[in-house]
């Protein structure tokens, strides 16, 4: 997907965030996975990294020399996205307790991959 795209589909799903209740942890951390893993693919575009048929999906299902090359040049983003990924198995599949509280750490990540990647365009 083109660099442009990943960016007008980040910041509809944040729109798309912003009309979510306290109730609706769980989709806040789907969106907050999904809006980051389209800046990631927007910084990693943006700084030449990946190619515009280069996308990632999870973070988890990266080989290893992939990850550590995306690592290099996006590490703090790609941090950030993990620990969303992270949350999604306990909360959202998972049934641990407090989700509202992991949706809000969901939506700070979010709120910092964002601002990493529109620092790399």
């Not at 910041?11 to 009309?19: G, T, W």
């Not at 990946?50 to 996308?55: K, V």
Request: avoid cysteine; charged fraction near 25%; hydrophobic fraction near 40%.
């Amino acid at each position: 997907m083109k660099r442009e795209n990943h960016r007008l589909k980040a910041e509809n799903i944040e729109k798309s965030l912003k009309l979510l209740g306290d109730n609706d942890w769980e989709m806040k951390i789907e969106a907050a996975m999904l809006a980051g893993t389209h800046w990631a693919n927007y910084a990693l575009h943006s700084r030449g990294v990946t190619s515009d048929s280069e996308d990632i999906v999870h973070n988890s299902m990266l080989i290893v020399s992939m990850l550590r090359k995306y690592s290099l040049a996006e590490g703090e983003l790609l941090g950030a996205l993990t620990e969303i990924e992270e949350l999604r198995p306990l909360y959202v599949r998972g049934d641990l307790p407090d989700g509202s509280r992991a949706a809000v750490r969901a939506v700070e990540l979010l709120q910092l991959i964002s601002s990493l990647a529109r620092q790399a365009s």
